[in-house]
């Protein structure tokens, strides 16, 4: 009993060895493992922080760019509407001009049927110093042989446009000084000065 007793702890302790061996291999892969793992980690590590820093100045870029665009974005609205307002301003100097045309058209005429009303006076002035009194006295018109009328007519309309003229250049010279003054100093937007 004592030989197999003593086999029996032989054995135990070449197994003991063994495991000891076995736990002793075991650590040294533990710790190559455990080193491999460090170097993986700080690898990736170091790949995290230089994509952090990638993100980071992928970020600040995108914001600059977005700056950029969002100032682009208010000149072009501020050319849109300084456009628009030009167009606005176009389309009425074109309406004054037309209206300045038909009015010169207008002013030609009449003034053709002025000189024509004074070609009439100066006729009619030369006839009158050549007929005799009584003569001058029975006719109708007597001094100027054309209607008083229609130089009532004209007298008239010359009076009215001249009205209109000294009001149009009265509201015109208004709407200058005010397109003026409001393009030199704004309006205060949200009450806040400019």
Not at 11 to 36: F, G, H, I, P, S
Not at 78 to 88: F, G, I, V, Y
């Amino acid at each position: 009993m004592v030989h197999e007793i003593t086999t029996e702890r032989d054995r135990l302790q070449a197994d003991n060895a063994k495991l000891l061996t076995d736990l002793d291999a075991a650590k040294a892969e533990a710790a190559k493992q455990k080193e491999a793992a460090t170097a993986v980690e700080q690898t990736l590590n170091n790949a995290l922080t230089a994509q952090k820093a990638s993100t980071d100045e992928v970020h600040k870029r995108l914001d600059a760019t977005m700056a950029k665009l969002h100032e682009v974005i208010d000149k072009y609205n501020a050319l849109n509407k300084a456009k628009n307002e030009l167009t606005t301003d176009y389309a009425g100097l074109q309406n004054t001009q037309q209206l300045t045309a038909n009015e010169l058209k207008a002013c030609e005429a009449k003034n053709a049927n002025m000189y024509q009303g004074a070609q009439q006076v100066m006729k009619s002035l030369a006839a009158c110093q050549n007929r005799g009194v009584i003569e001058t006295l029975t006719g109708s018109e007597p001094f100027t042989q054309i209607g008083n009328v229609e130089f009532e007519l004209l007298m008239q309309e010359y009076e009215d446009k001249l009205k209109k003229q000294k009001y149009q250049r009265d509201v015109n010279a208004a709407t200058i000084i005010n397109a003026a003054a409001k393009k030199t100093n704004p309006a205060p937007v949200n009450g806040q000065q400019q």
